[in-house]
């Protein structure tokens, strides 16, 4: 495999060339990783300061082992979350929380931001939410441009009934390069839509890498295999 670095076959490179690839090749290598690794570690720490000062003192085990272990508010906040999510399942929590939802309704400011946040979270995190069905290509912003997008679903109720396009319309949503989550949700005749044979995550690797990086390497023109 040909890295993005390599010098070309013919040409005898000097030693300044040499290393100069080969430090760059690295860098290629090992960004991916270390700034995984450092996410991670950061998203853990920040859980721990978050969730560790709620926890009691003796249930706390650097008062055991002697030492801050990083990860253990993490474990705090995943058995917190099963058991709030197991209570919330049953009929006093679903009493509780319909109680408490009615005395936040009341309140103007709160009641927006609550209401926000709760859509968030539904919308990424509840499991009956639908994802992406196809990826596909549009023509968009004018006949003649193709643009990569996602189909969401068929459009539905009013926007369906309301729009003149003599049939059936695809929810489309069109990312941005390289941020995919923001973008546009477009409505286009079923006809108007090419559904691709590339997976939803390949589709969006070539929306971020902005067209470098395809689902076959080999031959782009190719679906892959």
Same mark, same amino acid.
């Given at each position: 495999?040909?890295?993005?670095?390599?010098?070309?076959?013919?040409?005898?490179?000097?030693?300044?060339?040499?290393?100069?690839?080969?430090?760059?090749?690295?860098?290629?290598?090992?960004?991916?990783?270390?700034?995984?690794?450092?996410?991670?570690?950061?998203?853990?720490?920040?859980?721990?300061?978050?969730?560790?000062?709620?926890?009691?003192?003796?249930?706390?085990?650097?008062?055991?082992?002697?030492?801050?272990?990083?990860?253990?508010? +993490?474990?705090?906040?995943?058995?917190?979350? !099963?058991?709030?999510?197991?209570? &919330?399942? =049953?009929? *006093?929590?679903?009493? @509780? #929380?319909?109680?408490?939802?009615?005395?936040?309704?009341?309140?103007?400011?709160?009641?927006?931001?609550?209401?926000?946040?709760?859509?968030?979270?539904?919308?990424?995190?509840?499991?009956?939410?639908?994802?992406?069905?196809?990826?596909?290509?549009?023509?968009?912003?004018?006949?003649?441009?193709?643009?990569?997008?996602? +189909?969401?679903?068929?459009?539905?109720?009013? !926007?369906?009934?309301?729009?003149? &396009?003599? =049939?059936? *319309?695809?929810?489309? @949503? #069109?990312?941005?390069?390289?941020?995919?989550?923001?973008?546009?949700?477009?409505?286009?005749?079923?006809?108007?839509?090419?559904?691709?044979?590339?997976?939803?995550?390949?589709?969006?690797?070539?929306?971020?890498?902005?067209?470098?990086?395809?689902?076959?390497?080999?031959?782009?023109?190719?679906?892959?295999?």
């Amino acid at each position: 495999m040909n890295t993005p670095f390599d010098e070309e076959p013919n040409r005898q490179p000097g030693l300044f060339s040499r290393l100069r690839a080969s430090f760059l090749t690295g860098i290629v290598v090992i960004a991916p990783v270390w700034l995984t690794i450092w996410l991670i570690w950061s998203v853990v720490g920040w859980i721990d300061s978050a969730v560790l000062p709620l926890v009691p003192h003796q249930f706390q085990p650097e008062q055991y082992v002697g030492i801050n272990l990083r990860g253990v508010g +993490v474990i705090f906040f995943l058995v917190f979350t !099963v058991v709030v999510g197991w209570v &919330a399942k =049953g009929i *006093l929590g679903r009493s @509780f #929380i319909s109680f408490t939802e009615s005395l936040v309704n009341r309140m103007p400011v709160i009641r927006s931001i609550y209401s926000g946040i709760k859509q968030i979270s539904e919308t990424v995190f509840a499991q009956t939410e639908r994802s992406f069905e196809k990826a596909c290509l549009v023509q968009y912003p004018r006949r003649g441009i193709w643009a990569i997008g996602f +189909v969401s679903t068929t459009a539905k109720g009013e !926007v369906n009934e309301r729009a003149e &396009a003599g =049939g059936d *319309l695809y929810s489309v @949503f #069109i990312p941005t390069t390289p941020n995919p989550t923001s973008g546009f949700l477009l409505f286009f005749p079923i006809e108007d839509v090419i559904l691709l044979d590339m997976s939803i995550e390949d589709a969006a690797k070539l929306v971020i890498s902005a067209g470098l990086v395809y689902p076959n390497d080999k031959d782009p023109t190719q679906p892959p295999e």
